[in-house]
């Protein structure tokens, strides 16, 4: 089955304390992407990558880093969380042409006390 | 830069009535694409339709078609007989620039009742 997975799907962690949200896609897509959704504010990329080891801010990529070693995982890094990235984190994937429907996983919402 | 706006925040259906969700975007580029995403209470994103700006012929996925007016940029989702499993949060997207990169609306939550 096609798919975008994520790990873990709910975490409560700490003020400084680092984390990794892994995400992985079966479907050989060259292009992905995290994106973060707040309340009223919809969802904004934050990282993406057009392929192996070529990745690129988004919008709002302050606090995050992501690497792109394999081409069907695209880790989002938190080096030292705080309580404003707090919020639901998806990573989606696509073909790498513009227009390609992109396929998101399943969400990781991450509470940061 | 791209924007995406959807101006109602909530609308309500009856079951097997019609609704229209509203989306208007901007863009500076020529090609791009349009997307209307649906979010359930499970938080998956799952695609609803797309639409190609270069096509003029407005897409149609079963109950769901779209209202693409290109010279207005506006780009409006109907949901004909609508179903309780309809209920959603439901984003409008664009699809424009570089990469694949999508710019999302606020979301348009609606619920359909008996």
């Known amino acids: 089955e096609a798919q975008v997975t994520q790990n873990p799907r709910y975490l409560i962690t700490v003020t400084g304390k680092k984390l990794t949200v892994t995400c992985s896609q079966n479907m050989n897509h060259e292009y992905m992407s995290w994106y973060r959704q707040d309340p009223g504010l919809g969802l904004r990329q934050i990282y993406y990558?057009?392929?192996?080891?070529?990745?690129d801010k988004g919008d709002v990529p302050e606090g995050y880093k992501v690497s792109r070693k394999e081409k069907r995982n695209f880790p989002l890094i938190l080096e030292s969380p705080s309580p404003n990235q707090t919020s639901l984190y998806f990573c989606?994937?696509?073909?790498?042409?513009?227009?390609?429907?992109?396929?998101f996983g399943p969400g990781t919402r991450l509470l940061v006390l | 830069a791209q924007t995406v706006t959807q101006s109602q925040p909530e609308m309500s259906v009856q079951e097997a009535e019609t609704v229209t969700l509203s989306c208007t975007y901007d863009t500076s580029e020529s090609n791009y694409y349009l997307f209307w995403y649906k979010q359930p209470p499970s938080r998956q994103m799952i695609l609803v339709i797309r639409q190609e700006a270069y096509k003029q012929q407005n897409a149609t996925e079963n109950r769901f078609s779209v209202n693409f007016q290109k010279a207005a940029k506006s780009f409006s989702l109907k949901i004909s007989d609508s179903q309780l499993g309809d209920t959603a949060m439901y984003f409008c997207?664009?699809?424009?620039?570089?990469?694949?990169?999508?710019?999302f609306g606020t979301g348009t939550q609606l619920k359909v009742e008996l």
């Open positions: 990558s057009m392929n192996v080891e070529v990745t």
């Open positions: 997207a664009l699809g424009a620039g570089g990469g694949n990169k999508l710019t």
């Open positions: 989606a994937s696509s073909l790498s042409r513009q227009g390609g429907t992109q396929y």
